[in-house]
């Protein structure tokens, strides 16, 4: 099994508008067919110094092998997604573990 945790940071003048339509995007992302396990989130109300609240949008994402996160990775949603949004993006962070 393969977790794979991506942080994004959108830009400050980001509108709400455009949260709206990158949330949707990520949302497409989950019709790929390697993926397992599909979660969006945004930063929980948790105070604690060791909590990061900084980032805009969180995705965890779970996939059976490596073989299919590099299938993921080049598939025609993911490329799409990061052709539309990779704009919006000040700061990216990705975990992936095994």
């Known amino acids: 099994m393969i977790a794979h945790h991506v942080l994004f940071w959108l ?3 980001t509108s709400e508008d455009q949260k709206t339509a ?3 995007g990520l949302e497409s992302l989950e019709n ?3 993926v ?3 979660h969006i989130g945004t930063p929980a109300p948790i105070e604690r110094a060791v909590v990061d609240t900084t980032y805009t949008f969180s995705l965890v994402l779970f996939f059976e092998d ?3 996160h590099d299938v993921y ?3 025609e949603i993911h490329k799409a997604f990061l052709d ?3 704009v919006l993006f000040e700061k990216v962070i990705i975990y992936d573990a095994h």
């Open 84 to 86: 539309q949004f990779r």
């Open 36 to 38: 397992k396990t599909f």
């Open 73 to 75: 990775q080049v598939h």
């Open 32 to 34: 790929i067919e390697v």
């Open 22 to 24: 990158f949330r949707k």
């Open 66 to 68: 490596l073989a299919a």
């Open 11 to 13: 830009k400050a003048d």
